[in-house]
């Protein structure tokens, strides 16, 4: 499954901003995978805090590979040495399993987030050990599909938003400028800045100091 989105929000967002304009022609329509899973969803993003894309994608093969559908009675009955076994540092297998046990017990109702608020999801799953702000922000977009998500705390749209418009820094007052620019739809927009960050566009360049 892929992020869904068409020519509303890329016509939206060319009429903006004349750069992203540009960015957008250049690429066209970005094919973004999305997980409708959230339980795995939030279990990815504590996978691949601090590690390289390649590396998050090798040790999440291994799990799936080995475990099957990621859920948390997979996951409890699972050894803490088992998933550490996959890459992990104990430190994020006890995040998973903290998490694990609360969805079991019904602390925390999955179900019910398609009718939550973007800022209570966030609020919710950053009061988590080992969930942050940033891994509930990609777990709304990549998962929940919500529209406008722009992430200050994620360093490929940073390292984008610098290549575009020739920044060297990106603070956050500058950050919340682009933010009120691409709403109502920033997670098209934040798509689009992932591209740039990876290469898309070659003659890009990143310009931090």
Not at 165 to 179: A, G, M, P, S, V
């Amino acid at each position: 499954m892929y992020f869904n989105y068409g020519k509303k929000e890329m016509d939206y967002l060319k009429s903006k901003d004349k750069k992203l304009a540009d960015v957008i022609e250049k690429i066209g329509h970005i094919k973004r995978r999305v997980n409708p899973d959230i339980f795995s969803s939030v279990v990815n993003s504590i996978v691949g805090q601090q590690i390289s894309t390649k590396a998050h994608q090798t040790i999440w093969k291994r799990i799936v590979n080995e475990l099957g559908e990621i859920n948390a009675d997979v996951l409890i009955n699972a050894s803490r040495e088992k998933i550490q076994s996959f890459g992990l540092t104990f430190k994020k297998v006890d995040y998973i399993l903290e998490f694990a046990e609360k969805v079991k017990r019904k602390e925390i109702d999955l179900s019910s987030y398609s009718n939550k608020s973007d800022g209570d999801i966030i609020k919710e799953l950053s009061s988590l050990n080992g969930i942050g702000i940033w891994t509930a922000e990609m777990v709304l977009l990549h998962c929940l599909e919500r529209p406008n998500v722009f992430s200050y705390g994620d360093l490929a749209i940073l390292r984008g938003l610098r290549m575009v418009y020739h920044h060297q820094k990106i603070d956050k007052k500058l950050f919340e400028k682009y933010r009120k620019r691409f709403s109502p739809y920033c997670s098209v927009a934040s798509i689009y800045f992932w591209a740039v960050s990876s290469g898309a566009i070659p003659e890009m360049r990143d310009y931090k100091k």
